[in-house]
């Protein structure tokens, strides 16, 4: 095959992978379209073998890293750490609509940055919700900075996004470096976010709840102090040169084993938790973008990618990523960015980072996966989305993408 | 006479508060509450952006919405309670807010609605973005009620020339055009 055949054939791939992965027709694995389509780029020699190996080796580590903080927060909610979140929420609360944004603010942030954005989206955001209903309060601004947050606020650890985890290997840093630099980002994105929310949902933000004096429900202290032991072992394991996601295992395997042993979770649970299917969808796509990449358009990014880690590369860096992830989503962006901006040392990769992972907020979910689910939703007869998320996206995403871009800057001064 | 009063979570006590003595004994009533669909919408999209990992639970979106009409009832209860008219008539509705409500309003002679913007800057935020919609639409006359204690006339700022104008410039005599708007 010639090389543009060989480059338009990748492509093609891609895109089916991507379309198969958003729509998921009778819901179907992303793996069952992306899985056959590596293996055909591999068979059809687009990706050499010896690159596909190179790159499934590098891959393997973070994937077994995912998998270990899916299983995480799977098993916290089952323990009924999120519920007691939502309880806290609402006691602490008073009924006060700003001081339950602020809880909000706090715990989403945390979240996030621990357990990552899957996390605050799948198992956060309905418990905020719930929340606000329960102490009367309108739920509009607390979902919606739920939804905000869990792309912003996923800037500061390497497990917050599965973005920074392909980033954090591409780097060559340490977990606790990583964290270190993107500290400053990670609070100017959450400043911002806040100064911006409060008010565009000012009269969302009125009068007074109820206060919610009824059950009080402990904090389950088993799976908060797994999981705060699990956040020290990835800055100890670190600082030793292991592999943090060996303290991710060990931090899952202590939680699924305690709910296994007390019944909360069956073994078929645990593997539903694990999510093998997603597993090998990321390295189906990891192998997929690295043939695009392997014919051609690798070179094509290597010279629109901004090099340098002058402030204005870094936010041109960052500008590119954003709009590249709203195009064709997060995830195929950072694989695409990553070997071109790599070259430049921490500074890109992290400017990078702020891109595709704040980027998303402009257009819910990226614009191609914004269609296809507005023709999924319609199908569904169910409304698309109000104009006033896409409103609330074109208000915040600049100024986060510049306040955190400038933050990242200044943390590659002090931190360097 | 039928009044209907919109209520909504943060306004809905000082909005009955306002109206109870203003509606007439002869008059019915009914209380009316809209749960905004878009936001599990909102929540349920951004679960489909994370391509595929976290498969959100199926019927995720009617459960966040059921749970907005039980609190929607209880909302509405709790005014009818308030207002001391167990006969009030309580209307549940879902979709778009703004629109609903001028919908439900087509039923009504008088709608009742609290302001809910922004109290610190009096003006045209003083009203949010539903109620301004509800108020630009509405398909009979509304009442708009200030959910706590009305603000003083003091708390307009001087016009910008040096205040020396009368706050209120007198009518101009019909057939005259109308004065410029004093820009605040």
């Known amino acids: 095959m010639s090389g543009a055949a060989t480059e338009v054939l990748a492509i093609v791939l891609l895109g089916a992978t991507l379309v198969v992965a958003v729509v998921r027709p009778r819901g179907i694995s992303e793996a069952v379209v992306a899985v056959?389509?590596?293996?055909?780029?591999?068979?059809?020699?687009?990706?050499?073998?010896?690159?596909?190996?190179?790159?499934?080796?590098?891959?393997?580590?973070?994937?077994?890293?995912?998998?270990?903080?899916?299983?995480?927060?799977?098993?916290?909610?089952?323990?009924?750490?999120?519920?007691?979140?939502?309880?806290?929420?609402?006691?602490?609360?008073?009924?006060?609509?700003?001081?339950?944004?602020?809880?909000?603010?706090?715990?989403?942030?945390?979240?996030?940055?621990?357990?990552?954005?899957?996390?605050?989206?799948?198992?956060?955001?309905?418990?905020v919700f719930a929340t606000a209903a329960r102490v009367r309060l309108r739920a509009r601004p607390h979902v919606y900075a739920c939804t905000h947050l869990a792309?912003?606020?996923?800037?500061?650890?390497?497990?917050?996004?599965?973005?920074?985890?392909?980033?954090?290997?591409?780097?060559?840093?340490?977990?606790?470096?990583?964290?270190?630099?993107m500290a400053l980002p990670w609070l100017a994105a959450i400043a911002v976010e806040w100064l911006l929310l409060r008010r565009f949902f000012a009269s969302d933000l009125v009068g007074r709840g109820v206060t919610d004096g009824g059950r009080r429900v402990a904090p389950p202290i088993y799976p908060v102090a797994v999981i705060a032991l699990t956040l020290l072992g990835f800055f100890v394991t670190s600082i030793v040169h292991i592999d943090p996601a060996f303290a991710a295992t060990a931090g899952a395997v202590a939680l699924v084993v305690a709910a296994v042993r007390s019944g909360k979770a069956s073994l078929r649970d645990v593997v539903r938790a694990v999510d093998v299917p997603f597993l090998a969808f990321v390295?189906?796509?990891?192998?997929?973008?690295?043939?695009?990449?392997?014919?051609g358009l690798g070179n094509a990014v290597d010279q629109l990618v901004p090099h340098g880690?002058?402030?204005?590369?870094?936010?041109?860096?960052?500008?590119?990523?954003?709009?590249?992830a709203n195009a064709i989503n997060n995830l195929p962006a950072v694989l695409l960015l990553l070997p071109a901006a790599a070259a430049g040392g921490a500074g890109p990769v992290m400017a990078v980072l702020i891109g595709v992972n704040t980027g998303p907020n402009l257009t819910?979910?990226?614009?191609?996966?914004?269609?296809?689910?507005?023709?999924?939703?319609r199908r569904h007869e169910a409304e698309p989305p109000t104009s006033e998320f896409l409103r609330l996206g074109a208000l915040t995403v600049p100024p986060v993408l510049l306040v955190a871009t400038l933050a990242l800057w200044l943390s590659l001064r002090v931190v360097g | 006479m039928h009044v209907m009063l919109w209520l909504a979570e943060g306004t809905w006590e000082?909005?009955?508060?306002?109206?109870?003595?203003?509606?007439?004994?002869?008059?019915?009533?009914?209380?009316?509450?809209?749960?905004?669909?878009?936001?599990?919408?909102?929540?349920?999209?951004?679960?489909?952006?994370?391509?595929?990992?976290?498969?959100?639970?199926?019927?995720?979106?009617?459960?966040?919405?059921?749970?907005?009409?039980?609190?929607?009832?209880?909302?509405?209860?709790?005014?009818?309670?308030?207002?001391?008219?167990?006969?009030?008539?309580?209307?549940?509705?879902?979709?778009?807010?703004?629109?609903?409500?001028?919908?439900?309003?087509?039923?009504?002679?008088?709608?009742?609605?609290?302001?809910?913007?922004?109290?610190?800057?009096?003006?045209?935020?003083?009203?949010?973005?539903?109620?301004?919609?509800?108020?630009?639409?509405?398909?009979?006359?509304?009442?708009?009620?200030?959910?706590?204690?009305?603000?003083?006339?003091?708390?307009?700022?001087?016009?910008?020339?040096?205040?020396?104008?009368?706050?209120?410039?007198?009518?101009?005599?019909?057939?005259?055009?109308?004065?410029?708007?004093?820009?605040?």
Do not use: K
């Open chain 1, 364 to 377: 819910y979910v990226g614009s191609l996966a914004t269609m296809l689910w507005r023709r999924t939703l």
């Open chain 1, 36 to 127: 056959p389509a590596a293996a055909l780029v591999v068979a059809l020699g687009i990706l050499p073998l010896h690159v596909a190996v190179e790159e499934a080796r590098s891959l393997g580590p973070t994937i077994g890293f995912l998998a270990a903080v899916l299983v995480l927060a799977g098993m916290a909610e089952r323990d009924g750490l999120f519920a007691a979140a939502g309880t806290w929420m609402a006691a602490a609360s008073r009924g006060r609509p700003v001081a339950l944004l602020a809880l909000v603010f706090v715990v989403g942030s945390t979240v996030t940055a621990i357990l990552s954005l899957d996390a605050t989206v799948v198992l956060l955001t309905p418990v």
């Open chain 2, 14 to 184: 000082g909005c009955v508060d306002a109206a109870a003595p203003l509606i007439p004994a002869d008059a019915r009533v009914s209380l009316l509450y809209v749960v905004a669909e878009d936001v599990p919408h909102a929540a349920a999209a951004a679960a489909e952006g994370l391509m595929g990992r976290w498969r959100p639970r199926p019927g995720l979106t009617e459960q966040m919405a059921a749970e907005a009409t039980a609190s929607g009832e209880a909302l509405v209860a709790a005014a009818a309670e308030l207002l001391g008219r167990a006969d009030a008539g309580q209307v549940i509705r879902r979709g778009r807010v703004e629109r609903e409500v001028v919908q439900a309003a087509e039923a009504a002679d008088l709608l009742v609605a609290a302001r809910d913007g922004d109290r610190s800057r009096l003006g045209p935020h003083s009203l949010g973005p539903a109620t301004r919609f509800v108020v630009d639409h509405a398909p009979c006359a509304v009442l708009l009620v200030w959910p706590d204690e009305a603000p003083d006339v003091d708390s307009i700022p001087p016009p910008p020339d040096g205040g020396h104008r009368h706050p209120h410039p007198p009518r101009p005599a019909r057939g005259e055009p109308p004065p410029p708007p004093d820009r605040r």
């Open chain 1, 151 to 181: 792309n912003s606020a996923s800037l500061l650890l390497p497990v917050s996004n599965l973005t920074n985890l392909l980033a954090y290997r591409a780097s060559g840093l340490s977990f606790a470096r990583f964290g270190a630099i």
């Open chain 1, 309 to 324: 880690a002058s402030l204005w590369s870094l936010l041109a860096l960052a500008a590119l990523a954003a709009v590249l």
């Open chain 1, 283 to 295: 390295l189906a796509l990891g192998l997929i973008v690295g043939a695009v990449s392997y014919r």
